[in-house]
């Protein structure tokens, strides 16, 4: 009888504690990572007001550093847009990507790992890369993306409907 009473207790504050991220599906996840110099950077520093995309990638994935370059010579397009691109590989990894790209000029463009928490990952159900969604100025979700529908065309369309 009292573990059936830890139990359910347990149960009903994992449900406690989990359900306001259920709830806040379709809102942009409460992710943080850290960045190519260190520092930590959490879902609430994107700036509300404009869309908000959220890219998650490997730095080793040539899908995702086609859609890198892609963006990058194409982000007078998306200036009024914030990035957050997202990985799980060593912050290591994250400095090579975000020196490579030259990606420090690019204000609206937020680099960094959420290592082996996998918080993200793990709320998108993330298969394959790169995975994309957009977010519009309220943080609430417009489409998701999965590896083969990343289309910045398709995401600039969108974004200007918003």
């Known amino acids: 009888m009292k573990n059936n009473i830890i139990n359910t207790f347990l149960l009903f504050t994992g449900l406690i504690v989990v359900s306001p991220v259920l709830a806040q599906s379709n809102k942009i996840p409460p992710f943080q990572m850290m960045q190519a110099d260190g520092k930590i950077f959490k879902a609430q520093y994107l700036p509300l007001g404009k869309p908000i995309v959220i890219i998650y990638f490997s730095p080793d994935c040539e899908e995702c550093q086609k859609l890198t370059k892609e963006l990058l010579e194409r982000i007078e397009e998306f200036k009024n847009v914030s990035f957050a691109m997202i990985t799980y590989q060593p912050v290591e990894m994250v400095a090579q990507y975000f020196t490579k790209n030259n990606l420090g000029k690019y204000p609206n463009i937020y680099v960094g790992t959420e290592g ?3 918080f993200v990952r793990n709320y ?3 298969m394959l890369f790169p995975f994309m969604t957009l977010y519009n100025k309220n943080g609430d ?5 999965t590896s083969k529908q990343v289309s910045l065309d398709d995401l600039l369309m969108r974004i200007n409907k918003l």
């Open 116 to 118: 082996s928490s996998l």
């Open 124 to 126: 998108y159900d993330i």
């Open 141 to 145: 979700l417009v489409v998701k993306y």
